[in-house]
Each structure stands twice: as C-alpha cells, then as structure tokens.
C-alpha cells in the first residue's frame, strides 16, 4: 500500500508520515484479512494433515490444491505433528492445519 500526501505551500510545514500503521505491507493485510471476517458469514472450516510445510502463522490467506479444485483461505491453526515408532528411532513429521473458507 503506498500514502500519497501532498501539502500546499506553507510557512509551517508538519512532520512527514512514517506511521508503519499506515504504510507497512503487514499493516494492509491485517486491514484486509479483518474486512473479509467482518463482511463473510458463509464459511467453513477445514481441518486435516499434510506433508510438514514451513512455519505460516495463522491469519495468513493461503492457496489449496485439493483432487476437486483449488481455493483460498485464512490459516486458523498450524501444528507440528511428529509420530514415532515403537522404537523410538523413526519419525514421521507432518502438519495440521485448519483453514478457514468461503463456502460456495
């Protein structure tokens, strides 16, 4: 998101804008993400498990590709599953995820 300000000439010019509130890309997101929360009522929530993905905090819009078809939606939960064997020497890691979407 980019803030255009311009200023008439003037004797007393005030401070340049540097809020990060008002220009930072996180900043724009959240005002995003909490626009869409606030205006879509028909949602689901999807949880399964998948193959061990990298960090993502939740909040963040994600695309899934499932065997019908892809969508996007919000990230309400991420967790690190790590199953061992009766030994105790071989894992498996794979992740949890809870997505939230638009029903259609």
């Known amino acids: 998101m980019n803030i255009i300000v311009s200023r008439p000439p003037g004797d007393k010019q005030g ?3 540097v809020d990060p509130l008002l220009t930072s890309d996180p ?3 959240a005002r995003a993400t909490s626009a869409i929360d606030h ?3 028909n949602r689901s929530l999807e949880r399964g498990n998948c193959v061990l993905m ?4 939740t909040g963040a819009l994600i695309n899934v ?3 019908t078809g ?6 309400t939960a991420f967790s690190i599953i790590i199953d061992l064997d009766e030994s105790g020497r071989d894992f498996t890691a794979t992740a949890a995820v809870s997505i939230e979407k638009e029903m259609s």
């Open 39 to 41: 205006h879509s009522t």
């Open 65 to 67: 590709t499932e065997d």
């Open 15 to 17: 401070p340049d804008i």
């Open 70 to 75: 892809r969508y996007r939606g919000k990230l």
């Open 27 to 29: 900043a724009g997101v």
């Open 54 to 57: 990298p960090y993502m905090p």
